[in-house]
């Protein structure tokens, strides 16, 4: 299985920034070029190691138009990141887009019946697929996991956050992975969930929207807060354009129903 | 300096649990004592470490009255953990109870005219400790920082929590310290937020009601979701008695308007 | 059927203040005495006319320990105050503490199948009373109807509130009722909800509580705001002692199952 | 002074639905022409008498385009409709969307150091002015007066709300009215504040963007819940355009410090 991905984005700069980028494929490619471009001249970077293998780079951006663009290529399969029992113990907990300290009493209405954590998962991804309409633009930046469920709609971000947040409700461990899903379509960066499940990281896309086994990790936090594939701080930029591609040669055999580790 | 710390709980365990605990120095001092008792017997527990040299203690507690005892003696400054460059970005982005993300226009319409991030630091402490009263028992375990400032009262955590807010908002980094505190009365866990200034991590404490210079840290987290003393898993456990202690035999000279480091 | 009622209320008043009264009976009893003592003085009071029959009391109170005693003789039944279309399109609104514009997805994804709209009112009743618990204490005085249903516990007035938010979320008029409950235990002020349903406002209260063919109304309104037995303007008054009681001569037949209208 | 107003409003209904009208002037003017189209053919309609010398218009509107048509000349001042004691109780109640019991402590902050009602009123809406940005697009349709000071942006309905709530915060009745505004650019629906002041209601602006001695009245009420130009019940109907207008031949004497009455 080999995976091609890229990204451009175009930011207009209007008061200098400091960008924090998360595009690039959390385990280095064999292949993999990154340039950042103001006015035909590179502009320097620094590299940043994040949680589970992720990397995010720093720019400290003048003003002026920004192109960013990134091209990988990634053979085979990648192992899914661990992390210690620290790691698990800190993703039980309520997060920015996922309160799961408000969302015990549903959890507990809709999911208290079933004993088994496989299964749980398993009800959570379903329910929260029935129960959301995918809808573009219907959500807003500061909507959390509770706004989703009250509002009924989303993308792939808000039904992760509603997973992870019902899934936490019930002490179960659940992270946010972002990647580049080959498939996917409309393409874009996408979002799924990875909860612990008899001790390994179980992947779960309630959008039921891509092939899970070739999407490529770029990104693993507790909520959109981490795993962003921009953040401007300081002055202001705006996001011009952005353009995704994630191709695979042979996608590999992929039941939907069928709950795989993210490679 | 020397501080003599200690703090016993005692939780009645209705359905077996995994509790995870926060009550050890960060820095591991060299006279300390952690026991927890079930009905006479002791009861093993594993050590975790957490982020900034924080300890985190996991039990698999039975049924029972559980009696967590633990005393340490700390001489001396302890370093202020520092963290990395992504450590920093993680503590600009909005958390749980530090939805820095709602909290743009407050810090822009109070603040936007203050240039210097040290002068800012102060302002919102300053800000913050007058909007605030401070009230037993006023705000509850899902206030976030919105909460408390629509509020207007709360505890060491919620002035913790919006000084954190407001702060983030202004792409200043901020933490929030559990700590204990010689000095603060009625005496318990104390809360208060490390921002990052000119190159280093600068105490603030809203509330004013503790000297820093003798505080010593138990636990560096986002927001209290992750520097709680007490989190409870699986089962069903009620915390019944608590009692906090710590003294300082010299208590190190202590301006209430000088900003000084954590130790 | 003869229904005897009386509250006591004494407040302790800092400030002079305007207080709100509504504790009598909406339809004046032929038996009915109020007095409003304080320090052994009789205090004057306004009675203003609220709507669907009801009264308010507005009192001019100074500083000191005020007492006000309400008792009521009322025989036979009582009229439903029907209102005109008007009213029946404000009830459709959404109002403080029933944000039925937050319950649209809610109320689609667990009543969408249902056509028959007494069947509507009969289901969001069952549910509502399946997934609350009965807590006293649990709930705050800003909750409105989505804390409630976050939360999963509440009082009389939350389950209301959510009961009413749902069925105005699927266009059904529905209004709260402040009443007197005979056989309600603790014994309290009570409240209902009364929806419209072919033609005519059916008596709905989720929490089962006590028989509805004996209650009698005080106050109707589009939620609590509307229905509080006391309101403090201007000045300071707390409530120190509340005491109710409403007592039935011969309980009508009440089947629990059966609903029916508010006299 | 003659002011002549109109709106055209066309829906596009896709399930039969009851609609719910107000956009007629709120006292019965001499010249007046209301129609309802669908096909070709006028659709009946009855009209309902609202609070305050309002009219709403019920129509039960069959699948198709639906143009709706108003056009009004109205010369001279109008009285304001002053409401009894009970409105104004009613007026100083949290409501949907001007939810002030959660505004308490905000109010006390900025606005507890003044006494006079005249003077809290004018450093309110001066106050509101200040702080929010009024840029069209930026509020959604459930944003209540914490959610618009949280983001610092709205629309006229957004201002009127957050001042309608800092303003019964502080004991002081006040209500939306939804009016014509001669002056207003763009052109469009306009709301405004009435604050009871000194035993008059006095018209509060907190955009500043028309002036108020020509604004005609249309509806009033708590917040928008009461005042929306159409509301659609049971079935489904899109609203496709909107248009209007208003003018005034001899605009009055407007010092836009002035705070008049709205006739």
């Not at 299985?1 to 400091?18: G, I």
């Not at 594939?229 to 042979?250: K, N, P, W, Y």
């Amino acid at each position: 299985m080999r995976r091609q991905v890229s990204a451009q984005l175009q930011l207009d700069v209007t008061e200098p920034a400091l960008l924090a980028l998360q595009i690039t494929a959390a385990t280095r490619p064999e292949q993999e070029q990154l340039t950042i471009d103001c006015g035909g001249a590179l502009i320097p970077y620094r590299e940043l190691t994040a949680p589970h293998g992720g990397r995010l780079q720093v720019i400290d951006a003048p003003i002026g138009n920004i192109v960013i663009d990134y091209a990988a290529t990634v053979d085979g399969e990648v192992p899914t990141p661990e992390g210690d029992e620290h790691d698990r113990l800190a993703y039980l907990r309520p997060s920015r887009y996922c309160p799961s300290d408000k969302l015990l009493a549903t959890a507990a209405a809709e999911f208290g019946h079933l004993k088994d954590t496989g299964e749980i998962v398993t009800a959570v991804a379903r329910w929260v697929g029935l129960r959301l309409a995918y809808i573009v633009g219907s959500s807003g930046p500061t909507d959390d996991a509770v706004d989703t469920l009250l509002l009924g709609e989303g993308v792939c971000r808000d039904y992760a956050h509603l997973v992870v947040g019902l899934l936490r409700a019930q002490d179960i461990p659940a992270r946010l992975a972002a990647v580049y899903a080959p498939g996917l379509a409309p393409m874009d960066f996408h979002a799924v969930v990875e909860a612990w499940v008899d001790g390994a990281w179980r992947v779960v896309d309630a959008t039921g929207l891509a092939p899970r086994r070739s999407m490529l990790r770029i990104a693993t936090g507790r909520d959109a807060a981490d795993t962003a594939f921009l953040s401007v701080h300081h002055g202001t930029a705006d996001l011009t354009t952005i353009g995704v591609l994630a191709i695979v040669d042979a996608l590999p055999n992929d039941d939907p129903a069928e709950v795989v580790a993210l490679t």
